[in-house]
């Protein structure tokens, strides 16, 4: 928010977690007035004393606003009793808020801080597997490999993807490795520990009808290599191989749709 006449206000966040709720509520009210600015500095993870006489001190130097989510008794009774004896000004964002959930729940509250974000870490857990899935897609990076929780290795066209993307749902991080005769398998597939791993096998027949299909669904030839059964055998003897040697379990896939291989990959993780 930028001023017109420069009048600037020096606000203070402090909370026993991130700080983010009382952040938003400042701003969010702040930005109400015309021509008026904040300059907003944040204490987060405040859980002591000496640190709320610190805070105090340098508000009372700067003539800065405290804006608290200050949840435990002891924490918030001392930040208000030394801001009062200090003509320091303070807004509590959050007691009110527990104060009346209090009479509305007819139940004393935890006073435990930081929970809205073990609510929200199951969800950043999420977002982060996800986007650990797409980096490490068909073995664009082999580095991955060492870092995933699930490897999953097949030939073209085994549902690697979209079981990749299913198991980051159940927040997984897992990288797979596609596998052609042509090339060796990246080195990283032999160091890591096997039960990580998991081979996608499927029978020779449904593979050639599905890159039959797919083939024909980008108008190319169907009758190319790649659709081939001779073909596709050299490769799934080539993925037994490669198996073999990694010493990991594998899956058939024939047949068998995405959600119920992640669950048969989940039973064997857990």
């Not at 191989?241 to 989940?266: F, H, P, Q, W, Y």
Request: aromatic share 6%; hydrophobic share 40%.
């Amino acid at each position: 928010m930028k001023s017109t006449n420069h009048d600037v206000k020096k606000v203070y966040i402090v909370s026993d977690s991130v700080g983010e709720t009382a952040e938003s509520v400042i701003k969010a009210a702040a930005i109400q007035f015309k021509d008026c600015e904040i300059e907003v500095e944040k204490f987060p993870f405040v859980n002591d004393l000496d640190t709320i006489n610190e805070i105090i001190f340098s508000a009372k130097e700067n003539n800065a606003l405290i804006a608290f989510t200050l949840v435990v008794p002891e924490m918030k009774d001392h930040l208000v009793k030394s801001a009062e004896e200090n003509n320091v000004e303070i807004i509590d964002i959050i007691t009110p808020t527990i104060h009346k959930l209090t009479s509305i729940f007819q139940q004393e509250p935890s006073y435990k801080p930081g929970l809205i974000h073990k609510l929200d870490e199951d969800y950043f857990k999420r977002v982060e597997a996800i986007e650990f899935a797409v980096k490490y897609d068909d073995g664009r990076d082999p580095r991955g490999i060492l870092k995933a929780d699930i490897v999953l290795i097949g030939v073209s066209r085994t549902s690697k993807t979209p079981l990749s993307q299913y198991l980051a749902l159940k927040r997984y991080k897992v990288a797979n490795v596609p596998l052609v005769p042509e090339v060796d398998p990246p080195e990283e597939l032999f160091k890591i520990n096997p039960d990580k791993c998991f081979g996608l096998r499927i029978s020779p027949e449904q593979l050639n009808h599905i890159r039959i299909e797919r083939l024909t669904a980008l108008g190319l030839d169907s009758n190319a290599n790649y659709a081939k059964i001779n073909r596709i055998k050299e490769e799934l003897d080539h993925f037994e191989n490669v198996m073999n040697k990694i010493g990991c379990r594998v899956i058939d896939v024939s047949n068998r749709a995405v959600e119920e291989t992640a669950n048969r990959i989940l039973a064997l993780v857990k």
